[in-house]
């Protein structure tokens, strides 16, 4: 046996260690082998850190199909057909539609402005009217003179 006795004076007390088996290294249970025939097709795919890893072909996600090549042949400047209609006189309907949609889209900005927005409003407009020397600019300066003649007649 392979036994040491050690002794603690703080707990006072006997410790007996048993060391480990010094064959940490011997070889385990065999793992089971497949035939070759037996397994199953595997497929190598990237993983979320960009590494290829090996993955059985039917758990493998379906390939990505190319997209169709789109069409970049450059368009007209206008449309045939707005210019057709145009050309009919059907333009002046839809130049009155737009017109229509922008004073209804100048009302509902109109109404809603706030009364916080009318009082900035009125502040700007005092604030440009304001004289200049008022702003701490330099002004036109205004003499005023009154001139009191005082003439005592006597016996006149």
């Known amino acids: 046996m392979n036994e040491h006795l050690t002794h603690d004076p703080a707990k006072g007390a006997v410790a ?9 290294y011997t070889p385990g249970p065999a793992m089971p082998v497949d035939p070759y025939g037996e397994r199953q097709p595997v ?16 758990l493998a996600p379906t390939p990505v199909l190319p997209t169709e090549p789109r069409d970049l042949t450059p368009l007209p400047l206008l449309d045939p057909i707005a210019q057709r209609f145009m050309g009919a ?8 539609a737009g017109v229509g949609y922008g004073v209804g889209e100048m009302v509902s900005a109109a109404a809603g402005i706030s009364g916080g927005a009318l009082v900035w409003v009125a502040v700007i ?3 440009l009217r304001a004289p200049a020397r ?17 003439r005592n007649r006597f016996y006149s």
């Open 89 to 96: 006189g059907l333009g002046g309907g839809a130049l009155a």
């Open 125 to 127: 407009v005092l604030a």
């Open 16 to 24: 007996i260690h048993h060391p480990q088996p010094l064959d940490l």
């Open 134 to 150: 008022a702003l701490g600019g330099t002004g036109s300066t205004v003499n005023i003179r009154k001139a009191v003649i005082k």
């Open 43 to 58: 497929v190598w795919v990237p993983d979320a850190y960009g590494r290829m890893v090996p993955m059985p072909k039917h």
